[in-house]
């Protein structure tokens, strides 16, 4: 169903001890210049049955004090963004902070949720352009009729990729959790902000124009739809044993997906995976480094010369995702941080808008949100029921593949934005209705995944 949002109150958090001078200019990296989409959209779902007693004024003063706290640490995220999208304003400015109600209770509207209305629980127009005073962060919290509250999260995709997110709402609910003296101090979390160093930008916006070939090439025009496709456990461990492969859980999905959709364009194809860098450098990093770490690999297929249909094919495809995923290696990385970093971040480049241009390749973007701990996030009230991105429409997109967990933390909910009419191609395949379903309710209890 659709859902109706007023907004009540609009006000900033500001960190609650100021920044020092001379932490007052954040660089970013090289890296961040990587991501097209201004935020990185989260909305938190949790009932009123989970926190019980604790009223609506309470649950707010909560929250803001812990932001308050959490800021000081994660100080960036308090700043405004530079209007050359170089640096972030450290000046205590604070995180744009909106309170809410929706117009029906959490179970009506989660019983079959509108993806398009999703947005209205968010601060900001997720897909839209920065406005000022270019807020890094921003949140959105909306009580339900019946009390329970979703808790929307806009900050700036230029700081934070989906781990650092992770280790951002890590943070804020430990400080919750220290403030109401469920935890000790000790248990907070001190992000490390090191990616500037290992990826300097210069002052240059390098990457960013490097980069917009690739991405310009794979637009697409017509009419996008998203829709919610999932998997639950006993779907994904048969699929791994259909394939006879080693692949992970993240690397079936977008081999079944990927097949899916070339049954339906029937055209040569790229998959790309945006590949976390934090393990990857020799030493690893902490996993509580702030940044967009991230870097992009491939693996291309031709259904008109490799069969996608044989029985062997969904292995095959899964292997080549898996095989694309490991090149993002300790010796590439070590290049994109070494002397060879222009030659190394544009033979990537290269490369894809080469299959594009020359084979004529559609293109699957994938990133992963799987075992980032956002079902963990308990403020005092429990955790929440569902975790969600939001639904896209418009006449120019990406084909995109956003996964994340299931609550139980086994299965996989795809967030798949496509054409809308080879959606509907991919939502009659019969091995996609054999091992997924199809917009199924948040609220369906599927304990298997």
Partial sequence: MKLEVKTTSKQTVQPSSPTPPRLKTFHLSLLDQLILPPYAPLILFYPNSQHGVVSSSSRLNVLKSSLSETLNRFYPLAG????????????????????????????????????????????????????????????????????????????SHKILDGAALGTFLKAWTTTAAVEEEKET???????????????????????????????????????????????????????????????????????????SIMAVTQKPSVLTHMVNLRNRVSPPLSRNTVGNLLWISSAKHDPKTEHPFKPSALGELAGKVRESISKIDCGFVGRLIGAERESAMAETFDGIVEMKTKEGADFVGVSSWCRLGFYGSDFGWGKPVWVSSYGLEGSVFLNLVMLADTPCGEGVEAWVTMDEEEMAAVARNEEMLEFAKFDPSPLVNLTSG
Avoid: Y
């Avoid at 999208?85 to 995180?95: K, Q, W, Y």
């Avoid at 690739?214 to 496709?229: L, Y």
């Fill in 80 to 155: 405004t963004l530079s209007s050359d999208d170089l640096t972030i304003d450290c000046d205590d400015r604070g995180a744009n902070f909106v309170e809410a109600r929706a117009d029906c209770t959490m179970t009506r509207f989660l019983t079959q949720p509108d993806l398009l209305s999703l947005p209205n629980l968010l601060p900001v127009d997720p897909a839209g352009p920065m406005v000022e005073p270019r807020h890094v962060s921003n949140f959105q919290v909306t009580e339900f009729a019946c009390g329970g509250i979703a808790i929307g999260i806009c900050i």
């Fill in 185 to 259: 101090s000790s248990a907070l979390i001190d992000p490390e902000f090191v990616a500037g160093t290992l990826f300097p930008a210069r002052g240059s916006h390098w990457l960013r124009d490097a980069s917009m070939p690739m991405w310009g090439s794979f637009f697409k025009t017509g009419k996008c739809v998203t829709r919610r496709i999932v998997f639950d456990s006993p779907a994904i461990l048969s699929l791994k044993s259909r394939s006879k492969s080693p692949a992970s859980r993240v690397e079936i999905i977008s081999a079944l997906l990927w097949k």
